[in-house]
C-alpha cells in the first residue's frame, strides 16, 4: 500500500447485495460504494461483482417465523396479516424476485451478477471468481466463507429508542453487531456518531471500525429539469419536503405543527409541505392515523399533501422544486439520513433536527439550519427564514465535481480498509474479545 494512492492489478472485489437489494435505500447505498470504488481507484478500473443473495422458499419462511410470532403477540390476529403486508410493500422476500435488473441499471452493465443462498454457495463462487473480499456484510458470515470480509453497521438505535424494540428484536441486533464484530476483520459503518457507538457498545479494537466519508453525489439525470414528472401531484406552488417513511422516531408531528404556526404569517401563509414515504410504521399503527388527526384538527389538510411511495426520480424532482427539506428525525445511522443525502448532492436546503450524528453535515459546507426536534416554534422562525430568503443552488457542473470529490473520498477510504482487511494477520486478537453492552 502506498499512502492515498493504492496500485491495483484488477483485484475483484465481491459487493453482497444481501437485503440491499430489496429497498431503494438500500440500493442508492450499493450505489454509492461502487461509485466511490472506482472514483477511489485512481485512474484504475477495478473489478467489481454484484452477489444477490437468493433464498430458497424455506429459508424465507424460516426468516419470517420469528417475526410473524413476535406480530401475532403484538397485534393480535391481525398481526401476521400486517405484517405480510409490510413485507409485500418493503421487501422482495415473499416474490423473490430480487431488483437485479434494477441495480445492474444502477452500477453499470459491466458489473457481473451472481447468485447465492448459503454460506457455503458464496464461499465457492469467491473461490472460483478468485474474488479477494466482499463487502458490506451485514451480518457475520460463516467459517465457511474464507474470503475475508468487511461488515455493516447501520445504526444504535434500539440502545437510544429502546421503546421501539421488542426484547426479541433488541436481542436479535445486539447478536449480529457482536457476531459481525467478532468475526469481521473490519466494520464500516455511515458517521462518526456511528463509529463512537461501535467504540462504546461493541469494545474491541476501535482501530477496525471505519467511519465512511459522507459520500453525496448526484446522478446526472437528476440534474435535468422535467416538471412532467411532478405535475401530476398536484403540488403547492411553494412547499418544504419531508421525504421521511411514516415512522414513529421521524418525528412529522413538529413539522406539522411548525406549519400550523407559520399559516399565521400573512407572506408564508400559503406555504404547504409535501411528504413522501410508507404511511405504515409495523411498530406503531397508530402512528399515520395520529398525523391525521392532528392535521384534520389543526385544519392543514389543504397545505399537507403525503405522496407515499413514488418513484425516486419523481421525489428527486419534488426535492428539486422544495424551498428545502425538512429532517425532523429523533434518531439515523447516517447524517441527515437518506433525504439530507440527496439535498446536500442537489445543493438543496435543509433545516435539521439537531442531533450529534446530523452536526456532521456542517463539514459539507451545505445550507443547513438546526433545531431542536421538539420545538415547532424555532422550526416555523426558520422555515420562515428560508421561505423569505430562498437559497440559491450551485449549478449542474458544480454539484457534479463536489459529489464525484466526496465518493473519491470514500473510496479512497474504502481501499485501504480493503487492502488492510487482505492482510490482516488472523493470528491477532479479534475485532471484539469481550461484549460491553
Not at 409485500?88 to 415473499?94: D, Q, V
Not at 466494520?187 to 477496525?208: A, H, I, P, Y
Request: hydrophobic share 40%; proline share 6%.
Amino acid at each position: 500500500m502506498t499512502g492515498n494512492c493504492p496500485v491495483f492489478s484488477r483485484m475483484r472485489v465481491g459487493i453482497l447485495g444481501g437485503g440491499f437489494l430489496s429497498w431503494g435505500g438500500g440500493i442508492d447505498f450499493l450505489r454509492m460504494l461502487v461509485d466511490s470504488l472506482r472514483l477511489g481507484a485512481e485512474g484504475e478500473d477495478p473489478d467489481l461483482v454484484l452477489l444477490a443473495w437468493t433464498p430458497r422458499r424455506s429459508m424465507v419462511r424460516a426468516l419470517l417465523a420469528p417475526w410473524y410470532r413476535w406480530a401475532r403477540g403484538r397485534y393480535g390476529p391481525r398481526g401476521p396479516a400486517q405484517l405480510r403486508e409490510a413485507l409485500r410493500e418493503h421487501s422482495t422476500f415473499l416474490s423473490q424476485k430480487w431488483q437485479t435488473s434494477e441495480i445492474v441499471d444502477t452500477l453499470g452493465r459491466d458489473t457481473p451478477v451472481l447468485s447465492y443462498s448459503e454460506d457455503a454457495d458464496l464461499d465457492g463462487l469467491a473461490q472460483q471468481h478468485r474474488i479477494a473480499c466482499l463487502l458490506p456484510a451485514t451480518r457475520a458470515l460463516s467459517a465457511d466463507v474464507r474470503t475475508p470480509w468487511i461488515g455493516y453497521v447501520s445504526d444504535f438505535q434500539h440502545r437510544y429508542l429502546t421503546h421501539l424494540f421488542s426484547p426479541a428484536e433488541h436481542e436479535l441486533r445486539r447478536k449480529i453487531f457482536h457476531a459481525m464484530a467478532t468475526c469481521g476483520r473490519y466494520l464500516v459503518m455511515n458517521s462518526q456518531r456511528t463509529r463512537q457507538d461501535c467504540v462504546r457498545f461493541l469494545c474491541g479494537d476501535e482501530t477496525r471500525f471505519v467511519a465512511l466519508p459522507f459520500g453525496a453525489a448526484p446522478q446526472p439525470d437528476w440534474l435535468r429539469q422535467d416538471h412532467s414528472l411532478i405535475d401530476k401531484y398536484d403540488l403547492p406552488e411553494r412547499y418544504f419536503l419531508v421525504a421521511n417513511q411514516f415512522w414513529t422516531h421521524k418525528n412529522h408531528k413538529v413539522a406539522f405543527d411548525a406549519l400550523r404556526i407559520l399559516r399565521e404569517t400573512p407572506d408564508a401563509s400559503d406555504v404547504g409541505i409535501v411528504c413522501t414515504g410508507s404511511t405504515r410504521d409495523y411498530r406503531d399503527g397508530h402512528y399515520f392515523p395520529s398525523l391525521m388527526q392532528f392535521i384534520r384538527e389543526s385544519r392543514l389538510s389543504d397545505q399537507v399533501r403525503i405522496l407515499g411511495f413514488i418513484p425516486k426520480r419523481d421525489q428527486i424532482e419534488i426535492m428539486k422544486n422544495a424551498i428545502a427539506v425538512v429532517q425532523p428525525t429523533l434518531f439515523e445511522g447516517g447524517p441527515g439520513g437518506g433525504a439530507l443525502y440527496d439535498a446536500v448532492s442537489l445543493g438543496v436546503a435543509g433545516i435539521v433536527s439537531d442531533l450529534p450524528v446530523n452536526r456532521e453535515l456542517e463539514a459539507t459546507g451545505a445550507p443547513i439550519a438546526f433545531f431542536e426536534p421538539s420545538d415547532a416554534r424555532t422550526l416555523a422562525a426558520l422555515m420562515l427564514d428560508r421561505a423569505r430568503n430562498p437559497t440559491s443552488r450551485p449549478e449542474a457542473q458544480a454539484l457534479i465535481a463536489q459529489g464525484e470529490a466526496r465518493r473519491r473520498a470514500v473510496g479512497r477510504v474504502l481501499w485501504t480498509t480493503i487492502r488492510r482487511a487482505i492482510g490482516a494477520d488472523l493470528s491477532r486478537k479479534p475485532l471484539v474479545t469481550t461484549p460491553c453492552d
